[in-house]
C-alpha cells in the first residue's frame, strides 16, 4: 500500500469536510452576493481544500487534474459564449433598474453562482484525479455519512408531520434556523437540512441516490450491500414526504430507465446470474414503490396529492391541469422566459438578465387565475421572478447557440456514461456507469423545473465521474486503435 503524505492526508481531511457539509444548502452567515438562498455550507471547506491543492502544485507535490475535462468541454463553451453575452448586455446599457436592482449587480450575481456550481466541478475532478479505487471508496464514506445525517433529521421531521408533533417540530425548526437562512419552513412537508422540501427532494434524487443505487445494482464490495438496499428505500420514503412530485416522479423514472438499461445489458452479454439477481432487486423496488403507494392513499385524504395527478380536466385548457397538480407557476415562469427568449434570439439578455424583464413577459392568464403570481406581481410583495427551468434560462440569458450548448451538454454526458455502462468489464466500473448514467438522466429532468448554477447536486458528482469515465473511456479507444 502507497504511503500517503501529510499534504494528501490533509487534503483528504478537506474533502471529508466537503462531503459532509453537503446536506446544509442555505448557510445563513455567508455574505449576499452569494443570493438570498443558494449558499451550500461546503462551499468553505471546498475553497479551503482548492486553495491547499494549489499551494501543493505549486510545490510540485500534485499535479492538476487533467482527465474529465472533455466531458465539459461543451459546458466550457456555454460559459464563454454567456460572457460574450454578459458583455454585450452590458455594452447595452440593460434594462432599467427593477426593484432596486440593476444588470450589472444581477450579472454578477450570476457570475459568482457559476462559479460556485464549477468550483464543486473542480473539486471533484481534482480530489479524483489519479481515478483510483482508494480515492473512490474515501468519497462514498463521507458522502453517505452526509447522507445518514440528513436522513436522520428528515426522519424526525416525518416523525413530527406523521404524529402532529408540534413540540418537536419547533425544536426541530428552532435548531435548523441556528444554520440556515430559514428553519423549518412548512411542518406538513419535511426539508431535511435543505433551504425548501423540493431542495431536498433534489438533492436526494441527484446527490445521493446515483451512488446508493448504482452501490445496490452493482456488486461492488464496500461494505454490507443491504444498507444501499434501505438507504434506497428511505430515500423513496422521504422522498415522498417532501411532497415533491417533480424529485418523486424523476426518481421513479429514472429507477425504471436505469434499470431497464442495466438488465438489458447483463441479459446481452450473458450475464443470466447477474440479470437474475438484478431483476430480483428490481422488483423489490417495485416492491418499496408499492409500499409508498400505499402511503400515498393515506396522505390523500389530507394533501389530495395523488388523485389531482390524474384528474384531467375536460372541459377547460389544459393549463388548468397544470394549475391543479400545482405547476401553474412554474409553468407562468417558463412561458414569460420563452417570450423573453422570442424577444432576443440570438444573444439573449446576458447571463442574469431575466429577472429584470419576467414580470412584464408573464402570460396573462397566470395573472388572473393564479394567486401566486398575483402576490409576487402585486405592489406589497414584488420580487424577482426567474425562470425556473435552465433550459429556458439558457435560450433566454445567451440566445439560440447557448441552448444549444447546454443540450450538447447533457447528450454528451448520457451517451458517455451509457456507453461506460454497457462496456463495463468489472464491478466498479459498473458503479460508476450506473451513477454516472442516473446522475445524467436526473440531471436532464430536474433542469426542466429548476434554473440554479450553484447547487452542487449534479456538478460535485459530475467531477467525480468525470475522471472515472474519461479515463476509461480513453483507454478503450486507445485498444481499439491497437487492434
Known sequence: MRTRSWGERGAEVLWALV????????????????????????????????????????????????????LWLPWGLWLAWALVTTGAALARGGPAPYLGTDYPARALRAW?????????????????????????RRTLRWLLLGFALTAMWGSLQTLAVVTHWKDLARVL????????????????????????????ADQL?????????????????????????????????LLFWTYSRTGLLTAIAVLGLVGGIALLRAWSTGHQIAARELGRRLW?????????????????????????????????PLIYYFVNIRAGPRLAYAWAGAVIYAQHPWLGVGLGGTPLY???ALPEWSRTILWE?????????????????????????????GGILVVLFVSLWLAASGRYLWQAKDARERLIG????????????????????????????????????????????RQVQSR
Not at 380 to 399: C, F, I, W
Not at 434 to 460: E, K, M, Q, Y
Open 373 to 401: 403570481i398575483a402576490r409576487v406581481t402585486s405592489p406589497q410583495h414584488r420580487t424577482l421572478l426567474n425562470p425556473k427551468n435552465l433550459y429556458v434560462r439558457a435560450l433566454a440569458e445567451t440566445g439560440t447557440l
Open 434 to 477: 450506473l451513477a454516472a448514467l442516473w446522475a445524467g438522466l436526473a440531471t436532464a429532468v430536474v433542469w426542466s423545473s429548476l434554473d440554479s448554477l450553484a447547487l452542487p447536486n449534479f456538478w460535485l458528482n459530475a467531477g467525480i465521474l468525470a475522471a472515472y469515465l474519461e479515463a476509461s473511456l480513453t483507454q478503450q479507444s
Open 173 to 200: 425548526d428552532n435548531l435548523q434556523g441556528l444554520i440556515s437562512v430559514r428553519g423549518w419552513g412548512d411542518h406538513r412537508r419535511i426539508q431535511g437540512l435543505a433551504f425548501e422540501p423540493s431542495w431536498f
Open 112 to 136: 459568482v453562482s457559476v462559479a460556485v456550481g464549477q468550483a464543486f466541478f473542480l473539486g471533484g475532478l481534482w480530489a479524483h484525479a489519479r481515478a483510483d479505487d482508494a480515492s473512490l
Open 284 to 316: 423489490f423496488g417495485v416492491i418499496a414503490l408499492l409500499a409508498i403507494g400505499g402511503l400515498a392513499v393515506f396522505a390523500n385524504q389530507r394533501h389530495d396529492y395523488v388523485r389531482v395527478l390524474l384528474n384531467v380536466p375536460r372541459d377547460k
Open 205 to 237: 434524487t441527484r446527490l445521493y441516490l446515483p451512488w446508493l443505487v448504482a452501490w445496490w445494482w452493482s456488486g461492488y464490495r464496500w461494505g454490507a450491500r443491504r444498507w444501499a438496499g434501505i438507504g434506497v428505500a428511505l430515500v423513496f420514503g
Open 19 to 70: 462531503l459532509v457539509s453537503l446536506p446544509v444548502t442555505s448557510f445563513r452567515y455567508y455574505p449576499r452576493v452569494f443570493g438570498a438562498m443558494v449558499r451550500p455550507l461546503a462551499f468553505v471547506p471546498l475553497l479551503m481544500f482548492l486553495g491547499w491543492q494549489v499551494i501543493r502544485w505549486r510545490r510540485g507535490h500534485t499535479a492538476l487534474p487533467r482527465r474529465g475535462w472533455a
Open 358 to 360: 419576467m414580470e412584464a
